[in-house]
């Protein structure tokens, strides 16, 4: 069973910064994508980031030109980095890999953003 661990969750001022990183149990070179997700309170799970094997990357509109999704084949390691958080960023972020037969999720982090 592969196993997805998100960190560096918290609370941060509006403009603020956070990376958040994704840790996988097995290697993460063979999905065909490697994904970020948030979902607000009362709101449907919604994606935020994408990166395909061949490294294509998509962004939902919202977080272009703030958020950038990249991995470490390396480590395991797929990662968020958040920049000019505004408060409607504020909500629990998942990780996801998909395979061709399957897809696997993390626990998530939260991320709050307020003054």
């Known amino acids: 069973q592969v196993q997805l661990v998100e960190s560096g969750g918290g609370l941060v001022q509006p403009g603020g910064s956070l990376r958040l990183s994704c840790a996988a149990s097995?290697?993460?070179?063979?999905?065909?994508?490697l994904n970020w997700y948030r979902q607000a309170p009362g709101k449907q799970r919604d994606m935020v980031a994408s990166?395909?094997?061949?490294?294509?990357?998509n962004y939902t509109d919202s977080v272009k030109g703030r958020f950038a999704i990249s991995r470490d084949n390396a480590k395991n390691t797929v990662y968020l980095q958040m920049n000019n958080l505004k408060p409607e960023d504020t909500a629990v972020y998942y990780c996801?890999?998909?395979?061709?037969?399957?897809?696997?999720w993390g626990q998530g982090t939260q991320v709050t953003v307020s003054s």
């Open positions: 097995t290697s993460i070179a063979g999905f065909y994508a």
């Open positions: 990166m395909s094997r061949q490294g294509r990357i």
């Open positions: 996801n890999a998909q395979s061709v037969f399957t897809e696997y």
